[in-house]
């Protein structure tokens, strides 16, 4: 960790720093987890936007809707958290590598979301695996959303979401 | 540790009793025995545990021999047999719910080989389980109100009078085991192992998953 940054106010753009955790640099893994699951959540909203207007019914477009609603606002959280460490998340990409290339119909926007589901619950993951307390709590929770998501685009659950090409040995 | 929180801590250890009597044999009785009771407020290991140091890899802690770790691999197994328990019950209630219920169930048996490496899953016969048992004497305890993991659904399994219970209460009951479960995986954290941590948070949010999809039947 040789990011120097000691000052207890960063300059971290939008993103209003709580004034109470002093800042120390973060361990470098908690670091990455925290930026990847920003970029996750930049994904999942590119994602969403992608496949949310290919989906049949009125109803399961209404719930992506609200999902993407969801994401952006677990964006903002997601940057506050790696704001209050002294990180900068990087802006947003204009394109991001998703799972399926083109989204040709509803079945296929439904698979989508449930792999971007599916990749943000694995970021989570890999943020509970190195943070502690509150983050790591939050984190959790921020997996059981993503899960919940999950097995709806899916049509039914996975047994161990986040991790699913992962087990054994996580 | 009868004096703090009886209840939870016999149906605790009932349950782990059960487990290893039925289902684990001699090997994870002596495994069980090592098992050190968690302090009565559930939460309170992980938080002293933890420390100032952000770092969850400390070394030469975390490994499968930590008591820490054991322990803590046990309250989720004892929370994945009340549930399979659960299910079980339900299953054996409600046949026409197998299609729907059944992997779920398989879930849950995922979630003990899981977290008890070695151990055989107790495989599916909707009736006459070991983990019946568990359930009933889970009962019988009164509910705690500490915030211990597995206190939570082992208390809740099966209320009393619930075999007579037609679908839609038995699929909510399910619903709020399965929600209690979720809950808990928020609040028990290895202080030593990124790995379990990872795997008990993806748990969680399965657990968390079948709730939102046992409601959706309801």
Known sequence: MSEPRRSTSPATGSTPPPTT?????????????????????????????LAGARLASAHDRLAALGDYDVHRAQLQAVAGWAADRGLTPPPPAAVYALPTATVSDAAAASGLLAQVEESTAAR??????????SLQRAAALALQAAAVREARWRGGCVAFPGLVGRLPGL | MPESAPGARLSRRTVLRLLAGSVMGA?????????KPASSSGEAPTDT????????????????????????????AADETALLAAYDKALA??????????????DHARHLAAVLPGSPTPSAPPTSTPASTVARTATTSAAPTSAAASNAVASSAGPPGAAGLGPA??????????????AARLNDFPASSGSLAR????????????????????
Do not use: F, M, W
């Open chain 2, 199 to 218: 795997l008990l948070a993806s748990i969680g949010g399965c657990e968390a998953a079948h709730a939102s999809v046992l409601r959706a039947i309801t």
């Open chain 1, 124 to 133: 989570y993951a890999d943020l509970v695996a190195v943070a502690t307390g």
């Open chain 2, 27 to 35: 090997a994870g009785a002596s495994l069980l025995s090592g098992c």
């Open chain 2, 169 to 182: 209460p038995v699929l909510g009951q399910l619903a709020a085991l399965e929600a209690a479960a979720a």
């Open chain 1, 21 to 49: 955790r002093p800042t120390t640099p973060p361990p470098a893994a908690l670091a990455g987890a925290l930026l990847a699951a920003v970029e996750a959540e930049n994904a999942a909203i590119y994602g969403y936007s």
């Open chain 2, 49 to 76: 545990q933890r420390g100032g140091a952000a770092g969850a890899s400390t070394p030469g802690a975390g490994g499968p021999d930590d008591p820490a770790i054991k322990a803590l691999a046990h309250r989720v």
């Open chain 2, 93 to 106: 209630a409600h046949p026409e719910l197998a299609a729907a219920l059944a992997p779920l169930r398989d």
